[in-house]
């Protein structure tokens, strides 16, 4: 077993085995705790449920090594689950994604750039799935400039989520697929298209952080409108 850190993703140590997120450790340590007092109280099999909650939360925050796919302007999922909304706007497209508990909770960046904004707002904790949660429930939102534009993840708390981390702040410069966060317990996760990027994604699709294609906007497109910002010029 590897453990991540929180901030930089190096691992702790370097020993064979399935990484899993340093979060897991507060809880790792009170079932710990539990399984000594249980185990004590009632015999060795008093601890058996204990053992049973530890191996889900090592399941819960695994951590795997993923390798994005190579191309230009290509924009990956944010978060592993399964696509629950495409709503297109005037200021772009926003597809949400829902983790279940089942899914690895890691949040990554869908594109190379640097974070212009890291926000967090505090709310209610609607379930994940509804349309309201990315507007009514606790959030944090990243925007990652790019040449092509600007990017948003949104980090949305559902019924069971009740902690957001994140690990990239303003100014931040985050390489495509690099681990931003995660959620804890069954979540949501909001990726934001700037206009005229179309998502190559449909309700209902499973999708892979780090690794599935979401979108690929034109290069020349990504290319003028990178110049365009850069003068301040609005498309």
């Not at 951590?63 to 399964?82: F, H, K, M, T």
Request: a positive charge.
């Amino acid at each position: 077993m590897r453990w991540r850190g929180a901030r930089s993703g190096a691992p702790f140590s370097r020993g064979a085995g399935v990484p899993v997120a340093v979060q897991a450790v507060p809880f790792l340590a009170a079932l710990l705790v539990a399984g000594l007092v249980l185990g004590y109280a009632l015999g060795p099999w008093g601890g058996f449920p204990v053992v049973v909650l530890a191996l889900f939360v090592l399941f819960f925050f695994r951590d795997p090594e993923r390798i994005p796919p190579e191309g230009e302007a290509l924009v990956l999922s944010p978060a592993d689950g399964r696509v629950t909304e495409v709503r297109r706007g005037p200021e772009g497209t926003r597809v949400s994604v829902f983790l279940s508990l089942l899914d690895c909770h890691i949040n990554r960046a869908p594109v190379a750039g640097v974070v212009r904004e890291a926000r967090y707002t505090p709310g209610r904790f609607h379930p994940a799935w509804q349309g309201r949660a990315s507007s009514e429930n606790e959030r944090n939102h990243l925007i990652i400039g790019t040449d092509g534009g600007d990017y948003g993840v949104t980090q949305v708390a559902g019924v069971l989520a009740r902690r957001i981390v994140c690990t990239k702040r303003a100014g931040d410069t985050v390489l495509r697929g690099e681990r931003i966060g995660l959620i804890r317990f069954g979540s949501r996760t909001d990726l934001h298209l700037p206009p005229g990027v179309e998502p190559l994604v449909r309700v209902g699709d499973r999708v892979k952080g780090g690794l599935t294609l979401m979108a690929r906007p034109d290069v020349s497109q990504a290319a003028a409108a990178g110049v365009m910002a850069g003068s301040g010029i609005r498309a």
